[in-house]
């Protein structure tokens, strides 16, 4: 069982159309990338899921059950828009906000202490949020939203405002939390933060949905079958029938590297025929990047 459906959802706000039929499925374990330009409607479909507005059309699964107002405990959500009360003090604030998520105070309490260890900001419990740094105040965002152990977790935007080493400490908890079994929905224009962090991916343009699946698979799908090739020696010419689409000298060597397209065949051969007429010095396959991909997606969707 998936741990949240997504069906047929549409939505509207007047005559602007933000979600068309869009449906997706999101397996326990697993970080989900929710990706697309700005306007496409990501924002719209997290936010039916947190229930800050409702679809028009379709529904929402949480483990097979049709969302409702208790769903809340299961669900944490980082908005990119942060959201903290500047004059209470960091204690008071997760103490608030893990209440509202269904926690009691003991447990509250033993919950927020384990997090704020794990940060090392314990002297921070009696300031003030105004008086913390933007980096500071992500942190405590970030532990009200994993304070209650939710099921599902929805960033958005998860590493704005951090420094590098922040971003390292973030990213590391999210990878922790995927591996305790949570399922967390990634939305991001980072596309090298997808690439590190994303198991799955889904891509929505104009609010329709137009991509969907595994990275792995994504990437192999659009994959184009071009070799990356530095050596030593003659023109790579003679490597024909193989189209070179392009070549270049490196800078400060007498090595050359050249772009050979292959459709067609097997890539040992095509060794096997350069071994004969050059020094290979490296051979390797080009796996388009997900920034390419999601370029692509958009312009052929946009251009038809």
């Excluded at 490196?250 to 890539?267: A, F, H, M, R, Y």
Aim: charged letters at 30%; a negative charge; proline letters at 3%.
């Amino acid at each position: 069982m998936n741990i949240l459906d997504v069906q047929d959802v549409s939505k509207s706000f007047g005559e602007n159309t933000a979600l068309q039929n869009v449906s997706l499925s999101i397996s326990k374990g697993e970080i989900f990338g929710l990706l697309g330009p700005n306007g496409a409607g990501k924002s719209t479909l997290i936010r039916i899921i947190t229930q800050i507005i409702k679809a028009d059309n379709g529904e929402i699964l949480i483990k097979g059950e049709k969302l409702k107002p208790e769903h809340i405990e299961v669900i944490g959500y980082l908005p990119e828009e942060r959201g903290l009360y500047k004059k209470m003090k960091v204690g008071d604030q997760l103490m608030y906000l893990a209440r509202l998520k269904g926690l009691d105070k003991s447990e509250a309490f033993e919950k927020i202490k384990y997090w704020i260890k794990k940060f090392e900001i314990e002297e921070w419990w009696n300031k003030k949020i105004e008086d913390l740094s933007k980096g500071m105040q992500q942190k405590v965002q970030f532990i009200s939203t994993v304070v209650h152990d939710p099921d599902i977790l929805i960033l958005d935007e998860p590493f704005s405002g951090f420094d590098p080493i922040n971003a390292n400490l973030i990213r590391d908890e999210i990878l922790q939390l995927r591996d305790q079994g949570c399922s967390i929905i990634f939305s991001t224009h980072r596309m090298e933060s997808v690439e590190e962090l994303c198991d799955h991916i889904a891509l929505i343009n104009n609010a329709k949905k137009i991509l969907d699946g595994p990275k792995f698979e994504i990437k192999e799908a659009h994959k184009k079958h071009s070799y990356r090739v530095e050596y030593k020696g003659d023109d790579l010419a003679l490597a024909a029938p193989y189209a070179i689409s392009s070549n270049a000298t490196l800078q400060n060597t007498n090595k050359e590297t050249v772009i050979i397209d292959q459709s067609k065949g097997d890539p040992n051969e095509l060794i096997k025929l350069l071994a004969q007429k050059v020094e290979i010095h490296s051979f390797s396959e080009i796996i388009p990047s997900m920034n390419d991909i999601f370029i692509s997606k958009v312009q052929e969707v946009n251009h038809g």
